[in-house]
């Protein structure tokens, strides 16, 4: 709304303020709006959480640890709709509301948003560990993200092309006919991935911090012609208008990380979880390096697997190949503190997001 308002008057009446316009201002801008808003908006979702006595269901048939049911059982969680709010604010905000891109990710975060919201509501005020029934949650996930991919391609006839681009080699991947349900698996499975992670304090949000930085980067380089060339990525006209969108998940995760360290004072919640994930997953496809998000979102990747492969070995085989899934709780039975796994983890994180982006230079 701001970058609009920008272009229209200032162009007429005075370019020396079209600074406010830039790339560069608008993603700091929205860095502190997103983390200034969520910062707000947790601290008082958080008192009105406690006062009315709603607060994050923890199994107890043996899913999770014991201490978790002592010291987390009395925790808030939807500490996502707060970042939600934030986002799309900020998008308004600072974003070219002009852009398709800007408005796919708007629908992306309030569609997946609101699937998790209602899951998480489901717990709270129902009681339910279990919330939305998974197939029917998994089905509306793919239903979303089926509908994303026909805007996307009725908006840009680009996204029609069916490959997808080989980090470090430089070279591209024809998926043919595949490459639809491919691209709905990688919003899908993001989502879900990331919502798996979402296991301990503070684990999962700086993750996807860096995900959404590393993101960030490439969307600003392929949008700019002279980068993309120097780097050999594709040029995508308007994409670099997701620097915006990267920095508001910044700004709100780092708002989040404030109150979700450990002890958590609130937990982010499948509203959060699920709408995150989902918008990277979209992000990866809008920029056109899927298998580069695979790289940096590593983490997220082992976590889902690990879940996998603990149901699949003991359906298959009758044996857990893990203590517990996902793996983070694996290595809490090992002995690990909860703060030792979630800074190792946020450590491989890096790491991942360092190796995808070498992978791209």
């Given at each position: ?100 891109f ?5 629908f ?56 997808v ?60 012609m ?46 959060g ?38 149901v ?12 517990m ?30 190796i ?6």
């Amino acid at each position: 709304m701001l970058y609009n308002m920008f272009i229209d008057f200032f162009m007429t009446k005075d370019g020396n303020l079209l600074h406010f316009a830039y790339l560069l201002f608008r993603s700091f801008s929205a860095l502190f709006t997103s983390l200034v808003l969520n910062f707000l908006f947790t601290s008082k979702f958080i008192n009105i959480l406690t006062k009315k006595n709603k607060f994050q269901p923890i199994r107890e048939e043996g899913i999770h640890l014991k201490r978790h049911i002592a010291t987390k059982s009395k925790t808030p969680t939807m500490g996502g709709f707060p970042i939600l709010i934030s986002i799309v604010l900020s998008l308004l905000l600072w974003a070219n509301l002009q852009n398709h891109f800007i408005w796919i990710s708007i629908f992306v975060i309030i569609a997946f948003g609101v699937v998790g919201l209602i899951d998480d509501l489901m717990k709270v005020f129902w009681k339910d560990t279990m919330g939305f029934k998974g197939s029917i949650k998994i089905v509306i996930q793919f239903f979303i993200a089926g509908s994303v991919l026909i805007w996307l391609q009725l908006a840009d006839q680009s996204y029609t092309e069916t490959s997808v681009m080989i980090p470090f080699f430089k070279t591209t991947l024809n998926l043919g006919i595949i490459y639809l349900p491919f691209a709905m698996v990688i919003i899908v499975g993001s989502s879900n991935a990331v919502n798996i992670t979402d296991g301990l304090d503070g684990l999962v949000i700086v993750p996807i911090i860096m995900a959404a930085t590393a993101l960030g980067v490439l969307c600003a380089t392929s949008g700019s012609m002279v980068l993309s060339e120097y780097i050999n990525v594709p040029h995508i006209e308007g994409i670099a208008d997701l620097a915006v969108l990267s920095s508001a998940i910044i700004g709100s995760g780092l708002a989040f990380l404030w109150f979700n360290i450990h002890p958590a004072k609130i937990f982010m919640g499948d509203v959060g979880s699920l709408m995150l994930g989902a918008v990277l997953g979209v992000m990866s496809i809008m920029v056109k390096h899927e298998i580069f998000y695979a790289i940096i979102g590593m983490l997220f990747v082992i976590e889902a697997m690990s879940s996998i492969i603990q149901v699949a070995s003991w359906r298959l085989f009758g044996k857990r190949p893990f203590k517990m899934a996902p793996i983070h709780h694996h290595f809490e039975k090992m002995g690990w503190n909860e703060e030792k796994i979630v800074i190792r983890f946020w450590i491989f994180a890096l790491l991942c997001a360092i190796i995808g982006i070498a992978g791209i230079i």
